[in-house]
């Protein structure tokens, strides 16, 4: 089993930063790949960017030159700092952990709410 505990969303404005943190705790050792998903108001869940264990990265069209995500492998967390923000971005953004020693399994955060006016 895998926790995960996630902070950093929030309020802002277009054009501003945010940084979101996700920390795992409990398996944490068989952690493989970690990622952030979001979720807008009548949306499907959708990949906003994942790195795996030795640091490959790949991030949604939508956000490419604006996100990066980055992680602590000693610390079991993640990071997505947050530039250029528009109102699109405007979701529900979830923590998601790929771990397991043999059978994999996904695991995810609460979700944090990130709001950007315009």
């Known amino acids: 089993q895998v926790q995960l505990v996630e902070s950093g969303g929030g309020l802002v404005q277009a054009g501003g930063s945010l940084r979101l943190s996700c920390a795992a705790s409990?398996?944490?050792?068989?952690?493989?790949?970690m990622g952030w998903y979001r979720q807008a108001p009548g949306k499907q869940r959708e990949l906003v960017a994942r790195?795996?264990?030795?640091?490959?990265?790949n991030y949604a069209d939508s956000v490419k030159g604006r996100f990066t995500i980055s992680r602590d492998n000693a610390k079991n967390t993640v990071y997505l700092q947050m530039n250029s923000l528009k109102p699109e971005d405007t979701a529900v953004y979830y923590c998601?952990?790929?771990?397991?020693?043999?059978?994999?399994?996904?695991?995810w955060g609460q979700g944090t709410q990130v709001t950007v006016s315009s």
């Open positions: 409990g398996s944490s050792a068989s952690i493989k790949i």
């Open positions: 790195i795996t264990s030795g640091g490959s990265t």
């Open positions: 998601n952990v790929a771990a397991g020693l043999g059978v994999v399994y996904d695991y």
